[in-house]
């Protein structure tokens, strides 16, 4: 494929084979990443539908009931581990507190239905396995939305196809302001250490460079490195307010990574080869308008792919693409075994930090 058909075709879904169909979802887990953002992908995508919510009570639920027309039941998590209105739905997504993914993908999968499921896929790699091992049985997708986003899809091809010779490095970063959103949620649950796992940033926000530097290159860590520092009294619970971390790739590649809960709102990934660059900017934050700049031989090309809402693109690029593989009954990626080298990745760099030694990923 030349450079000319990847400006043509940065828009398009490789992915989709789906004609029509409806994919009914039960959304679990009502906070504002559930209502602000995967509802209204919801609303906007082609091949599902919300119709079904669970919260902890039905009056939490009330005004997501109120504001979305295809929502015809709400539950509390009590009534949906026990499987209440399992026919007004037909898959779920899981978007609660890290620590909490594990029982609610354990009941979906009781009731038989298909999971999307937030990442990190949970608070600890051994929970991760727990949740992997109780829903082998149904379709697992983790939600990685950035391997479903058309630019970061047309930055693997062309790292495949040797566009910018062999990768040599990585350079990402994710910073946002945590502390704004704390001072109006002192219950925040990322500041937890028994909801959130090893810590805020990295779990948080870290994962972002990682799974996508994972997917862009196909390539998996094998050894990282990893500092951290926490300065601000409502992260004393975390180690990491402020992050950086190098990764050692199985093709040789190096990764170095930074990301922070207190910084400007900001977010690349560059991936540097021995003939020329990739920088995807601004990403994994909503920024928008989104590019993908390629350099070779003394050439910029920049392929804008024209979206100004990349929050809502990115999630309903997602559900569409969870809708297409569920309702084709077709393999799903990224998987539940795809997300544990994360969690294997996300364990050791946080021991990498605490002990100031490099970490093999085990």
């Known amino acids: 494929m030349s450079v000319s058909d990847y400006v043509r075709g940065v828009r398009e879904r490789d992915w989709e084979e789906l004609d029509s169909g409806t994919l009914r979802l039960a959304m679990v887990g009502l906070g504002w990443w559930t209502r ?3 509802i209204p992908a919801v609303e906007r995508s ?11 009570t039905h009056e939490k639920a009330a005004d997501v009931v109120a504001t979305t027309p295809s929502v015809e039941v709400s539950l509390t998590y009590e009534e949906f581990a026990e499987g209440e209105s399992v026919d007004e739905y037909d898959a779920v997504y899981v978007c609660t507190p890290n620590a909490l993914h594990l029982p609610y993908a354990e009941a979906a ?8 499921c937030e990442k990190p896929l949970e608070a600890t ?5 727990e949740l992997v091992a109780a829903t082998e049985d149904v379709p697992l997708m983790v939600a ?13 091809e062309l790292v495949a196809d040797g566009a910018i010779g062999d990768p040599v490095a990585v350079h990402g970063h994710m910073g946002q302001q945590m502390l704004d959103v704390v001072s109006g949620d002192p219950d925040q649950w990322r500041l937890d250490p028994d909801l959130a796992g090893y810590g805020a940033t990295v779990m948080d926000l870290g994962i972002y460079p990682l799974n996508t530097a994972r997917f862009v290159l196909d390539a998996d860590p094998v050894s990282v490195t990893a500092q951290m520092r926490s300065d601000d009294e409502a992260f004393r619970e975390v180690p990491d307010q402020h992050a950086t971390f190098t990764i050692e790739f199985d093709d040789g590649t190096y990764a170095a ?29 909503g920024e928008s308008p ?7 031989d003394g050439r910029e090309l920049q392929l804008d792919d024209g979206r100004r809402d990349v929050f809502g693109d990115e999630m309903t690029e997602e559900f569409d693409y969870f809708a297409d593989r569920v309702l084709r009954v077709e393999p799903i990626s990224p998987d539940g075994d795809h997300a544990l080298v994360d969690m294997r990745v996300l364990a050791a760099i946080y021991e990498a930090a605490e002990t100031g030694s490099e970490v093999s990923v085990r």
């Open 109 to 116: 999968a009781e009731h038989g239905k298909p999971i999307l």
């Open 36 to 38: 602000e953002q995967a």
């Open 257 to 285: 990574c930074t990301a922070s809960q207190h910084a400007s709102l900001s977010g690349h990934l560059r991936i540097v080869g021995t003939d020329g660059e990739l920088l995807l900017e601004p990403t994994f934050l």
């Open 125 to 129: 790699a051994e929970r991760a396995e």
């Open 144 to 156: 990685y939305r950035m391997q479903t986003d058309p630019g970061v899809r047309r930055m693997r």
């Open 290 to 296: 989104q590019t993908v700049t390629l350099r070779m």
């Open 46 to 56: 082609e091949f599902c539908e919300t119709t079904v919510v669970v919260s902890r």
